[in-house]
């Protein structure tokens, strides 16, 4: 072919490409044109603000729940408030509880110093699992559980640490500057809870200093609450101003994974350096942010609906407690299961529908039957508890908040079959029944050391059957 041939038939082949580009191109000029300096700043703190939405919903929520359940009495802050009872519909400060492990929680500021966290060997074989977290929903590390019996000393400590680990002590490095410590044991029957409350005494916190003076005989004192932050900002921006605290109180000053993104956000007010200097920004980027703050929150209540595989009406995710770069989906996962266990220790599932694919409603009646083999296959235990559309119990004359294969006189069918009954009127039976509400309601299966077939997709739970 000569170098014209060749030339001309560039041409025409590129030729064919740019009718399906420049229109498009031509138009992009035109808007971007048409777009004045101040509406392109409000469109770019949009952008910007939906990003840091997502993304800092977790510090938010961590910081502002935080102090709530410590002078709730929920929480301890440095050391471990130790609860000697199931949680029931009158505990109102974390979402989606549990109602079958013995539990102490404990709220760390390692900005000071690392902390040691003492378990013990338990006296009898029982299921305890020792989660250690950070402010953004992350699970840092897991001691016990599907590991088994983990007892020994522990050294947590604040991003960036250059000290020396005492001997014998194993490293649990936070991402923040604060870490959770939650300790459940569980307690299969109501039997069972004085046994649990027992092995849960020989649990400690403390900081390494004391550590280091007193051994486990140190006594906490009782912490100092911080003080609730104030914010000035205007409303429709508020939410930026309280990321702004909490990432300034919760984020090293640099070196985060997110660095960059982080530093991104500087160009919109936010910084770990100043918090959120609204005083500084334009009208249109304030605008960009108000616009942020309410898509950002519909965003992440619409994740939920799909926060992975959707079978027989059951919402399905791996990704608890370590939601990556899927900052919508980590943001959902804190406002609905916040503090969610790794896949492989607890597995969650939720369903709000029926095998209609009906809202869940206490105007019917319900079955969710499990044929013989079929049941949850769990190798600790499974449990179903009910909530409300607020995610928290839901109070009943029975007294019964979730329903499993360690509930005392569970029955089986004739032919093997489980068959629970989710209504709120009182059946004749009741061994198989767990309490509805008038309203709607919701369903969460907990897997307690979910078998491979649940994590692999070769299980999954029968649709609820509405019987009326």
């Known amino acids: 072919m000569t170098r014209t041939k060749l030339a001309l038939a560039l041409g025409l082949g590129l030729s064919l490409l740019v009718p399906t580009y420049a ?43 935080g102090l709530r359940s410590i002078k709730a009495g929920v ?67 897991n001691i016990g559980g599907n590991a088994g019996p983990q007892p020994g000393d522990y050294l947590i400590v604040a991003p960036g640490f250059r000290g020396v680990v005492p001997a014998g002590m194993q490293l649990i490095q936070s991402r923040t500057n604060f870490a959770i410590v939650a300790a459940r044991i569980n307690a299969p029957t109501s039997a069972e809870i004085p046994l649990a409350v027992e092995a849960q005494k020989g649990f400690q916190l403390m900081p390494l200093s004391a550590y280091q003076r007193e051994g486990l005989a140190y006594k906490a004192p009782k912490a100092e609450l ?31 994974r997110d660095q960059s993104l982080i530093d991104s956000f500087g160009t919109i007010g936010l910084s770990i350096a100043r918090g959120f200097d609204w005083r500084s920004l334009d009208a249109a980027t304030l605008r960009g942010l108000a616009r942020a703050a309410q898509a950002g929150e519909q965003i992440v209540a619409q994740r939920w609906q799909n926060p992975g595989e959707v079978t027989n009406g059951w919402r399905y995710f ?40 009906d809202p869940l409603s206490g105007r019917h009646r319900y079955v969710l039957r499990f044929a ?18 607020d995610m928290y119990f839901v109070e009943n004359d029975f007294r019964r908040y979730s329903i499993g294969s360690t ?46 077939a649940v994590l692999d997709g070769r299980y999954r739970l029968p649709a609820v059957q509405r019987v009326n």
């Open 23 to 65: 229109p498009a191109l031509a138009a992009d000029a035109r808007t971007a044109s048409a777009m004045s300096a101040e509406q392109a700043r409000e469109e770019y703190a949009y952008a910007l603000g939906i990003q840091a939405y997502a993304w800092g919903y977790p510090l938010v929520r961590y910081d502002m729940g």
């Open 75 to 141: 929480v301890n802050l440095n050391s471990f408030r130790k609860h000697t009872e199931l949680k029931t519909a009158r505990d109102r400060t974390v979402v989606t509880p549990n109602n079958v492990t013995i539990d102490a929680y404990a709220r760390l500021d390692l900005r000071s110093e690392p902390f040691v966290l003492h378990v013990p060997q338990l006296p009898e074989k029982r299921w305890s699992l020792i989660q250690v977290g950070n402010m953004l929903d992350e699970v840092t590390a």
């Open 226 to 256: 911080p003080a609730d932050y104030v914010s000035a900002a205007p409303e429709n921006v508020r939410f930026f101003d309280y990321l702004g605290q909490a990432m300034q109180k919760f984020l090293p000053a640099t070196g985060d």
């Open 318 to 357: 791996m990704l608890g407690g370590r939601a990556g770069y899927d900052f919508p989906l980590r943001a959902t996962l804190t406002r609905n299961v916040i503090g969610a266990q790794n896949a492989e220790q607890v597995y969650y599932p939720n369903t709000e529908i029926d095998d209609q694919g």
């Open 372 to 389: 013989k083999g079929e049941q949850p296959p769990a190798a600790v235990f499974w449990n179903l508890s009910l909530y409300g559309p």
């Open 407 to 452: 509930t005392d006189g569970l029955k089986t069918d004739a032919d093997g079959s489980i068959t629970l009954v989710i209504q709120h009127e009182r059946p004749a039976d009741t061994a198989n029944w767990l309490p509805a509400p008038e309203g709607p309601f919701n369903l969460t299966m907990r897997f307690y050391g979910p078998e491979p």
